[in-house]
């Protein structure tokens, strides 16, 4: 005789809940992110290229 299996829940269930939370955090689309990134980088290189000559 075979055992019989208990069916289990979803393992998705729980993740469904926890992306309707609204936290009151500060949210910024992929796009801005990556702007925002962007410019961090090229602020970057720009300070190390004429840095030395600007701050002395």
């Known amino acids: 005789m075979a055992k ?3 069916t289990l829940p979803p393992t998705g269930a729980g993740l469904m809940r ?3 939370e609204d936290t009151k955090a500060v949210k ?3 796009r ?3 702007a925002l990134t962007l410019i961090l ?3 970057e290189i720009l ?3 004429f840095g ?3 701050f002395g």
Do not use: N, R, T, Y
């Open 4 to 6: 019989e299996k208990a």
């Open 18 to 20: 926890f992306f309707d």
């Open 28 to 30: 910024i689309s992929p």
């Open 32 to 34: 801005g992110v990556i």
């Open 41 to 43: 980088v090229a602020l």
């Open 47 to 49: 300070l190390h290229a």
């Open 52 to 54: 030395p000559q600007i």
